[in-house]
């Protein structure tokens, strides 16, 4: 069964606090996706890679970086985690092309 | 500007109804995605179209690309089909828009 994993289902972080998530797929996909979602505002792209060490910014960067540096794995990196980053943060990966897109199950961050 | 319209946003069925939910879109795509999320769930996609139509069970997808209009079908419908349905296109190669999803309650 293909599979996009990410490593905690919630997490619970203080205000200035440097947060790592990650996300690992199993299906040996160029392109990777970190989405944000909020009630009322959807999916909201954060960043993007479409192979190791290639990253795009997506619609709201701000505040976030990113990591790739093997092409199962994408890291998602809140350097200084502030309250208004509380979100569902969701992972994605597709192949090139007219792939399907596979999404993990999803971080909730509380940022207190 | 939405990209992705979806229509409704919020519906209410009886158990064994017809469920229509649509979707509009106003750039070139190369394959529309209807994707599902259960609460406090992950994303499951459903289908992945670019011409036509497809069936999986007691759900249909229709696209029509000169219309730039595509239709999620649910026949018989069921309490476990409730859930978000969510559009979303593929453009550019790499990227997505996605709809803001339509949130489905079926009653037993």
């Known amino acids: 069964d293909v599979k996009v994993t990410q490593s905690s289902r919630y997490l619970v972080k203080r205000t200035g606090e440097k947060v790592f998530l990650e996300c690992v797929q199993d299906?040996?996909?160029?392109?990777m996706f970190w989405y944000r979602q909020d009630p009322g505002l959807g999916l909201r792209l954060i960043y993007f890679s479409y192979d190791v060490k290639m990253k795009e910014k997506g619609d709201i960067p701000e505040g976030y970086s990113v990591s790739r540096e093997k092409k199962e794995r994408f890291s998602l990196i809140l350097e200084s985690a502030s309250t208004n980053q509380t979100s569902m943060y969701l992972c994605?990966?597709?192949?090139?092309?007219?792939?399907?897109?596979?999404f993990g199950s999803g971080t909730q961050l509380s940022v207190l | 500007k939405n990209e992705v319209e979806q229509s409704p946003q919020n519906l209410t069925a009886q158990e064994g109804e017809f469920i229509t939910i649509n979707c509009s879109y106003s750039?070139?795509?190369?394959?529309l995605h209807w994707l599902q999320q259960h609460p406090g769930g992950g994303i499951v996609s459903l289908f992945m179209?670019?011409?036509g139509k497809k069936k999986h069970g007691r759900l249909i997808a229709t696209i029509n690309i000169q219309e730039k209009h595509s239709s999620l079908h649910i026949t018989a419908s069921h309490p476990r089909d409730s859930a978000v349905y969510i559009c979303?296109?593929?453009?550019?190669?790499?990227?997505?828009?996605f709809g803001s999803g339509t949130k489905l309650n079926v009653k037993p």
């Open positions: 979303a296109v593929r453009y550019n190669f790499n990227k997505f828009y």
């Open positions: 750039v070139g795509i190369s394959a």
């Open positions: 299906m040996d996909h160029e392109n």
């Open positions: 994605a990966s597709s192949s090139e092309g007219r792939g399907k897109l596979f």
């Open positions: 179209l670019s011409s």
